[in-house]
């Protein structure tokens, strides 16, 4: 069975830190795993998503993450924070057999300290 | 090419009514997924569908919740005889095939209050 685990439901970093947020997945076979975004009511709108190849996988509006076999782990990163980066983050795991339905993190709310 | 649709965006309900939840997958899409989130928590599956059929369903509660995707038409989600606990954000996403790995397409969501 798939799932992740998301560490920390609430961070906060000051305007131009680090973003670090952390996913961690257990899977059975080679995971394909997912960032999504989602704004206050809005639906998920996805940042990057890793299935084969480079490990290092770059999204949209800045932020990258890293495929880490050895620590199972997918953790998203952008170097400088923005405000418009306030929102709620959630990292998610493709299913091995059947549909495709995603196992999704219980999501990390990053707020921006200007 | 417009995203995903889902209506209403804000649904009330009384105990014991019936909601229907509507969907409608990006162009060209035939693959619908159904999630809930219910508050602080992350999305749950519920139930995969193609295009008049029932893929996968092994995350629907067995009484009160039904989906369906006709050949036409959205795909509709309905939960009879709600109760308070059905208060949840329920999100639709599409995708153009159903190969792992494809990414999902969502809609805004519709967020279901039971009074």
């Known amino acids: 069975a798939q799932s992740v685990t998301q560490l920390g439901s609430h961070v906060s970093v000051s305007e131009g830190a680090l973003v670090l947020l952390r996913c961690n997945y257990s899977?059975?076979?080679?995971?394909?795993l997912f960032w999504y975004v989602q704004y206050p009511n809005q639906g998920l709108q996805l940042l990057l998503k890793y299935t084969t190849g480079a490990t290092l996988v770059k999204g949209i509006n800045g932020f990258e993450a890293e495929f880490k076999k050895s620590e199972t782990s997918f953790h998203l990163t952008k170097p400088s924070a923005h405000m418009s980066d306030a929102a709620e983050y959630f990292c998610?795991?493709?299913?091995?057999?059947?549909?495709?339905?995603?196992?999704f993190g219980t999501g990390t709310s990053l707020t921006v300290i200007p | 090419n417009a995203g995903v649709m889902q209506n209403p965006r804000h649904l009330v309900r009384r105990r014991g009514q019936e909601a229907r939840l509507r969907c409608s997958p990006m162009k060209g899409h035939s693959h619908v997924y159904w999630y809930r989130q219910l508050p602080e928590e992350g999305l749950k599956f519920m139930v995969y569908l193609q295009k008049e059929n029932i893929i996968d369903e092994s995350g629907m509660p067995k009484e009160r919740f039904s989906a369906e995707f006709p050949k036409e038409g959205p795909s509709i989600l309905r939960i009879q005889q709600v109760v308070r606990g059905d208060s949840a954000a329920y999100f639709c996403?599409?995708?153009?095939?159903?190969?792992?790995?494809?990414?999902?397409?969502f809609g805004p969501g519709t967020r279901l209050l039971v009074l």
């Open positions: 998610a795991v493709s299913a091995i057999s059947g549909g495709n339905q995603f196992y």
């Open positions: 996403a599409s995708s153009p095939q159903s190969g792992r790995g494809e990414t999902q397409y």
């Open positions: 899977s059975s076979v080679p995971p394909y």
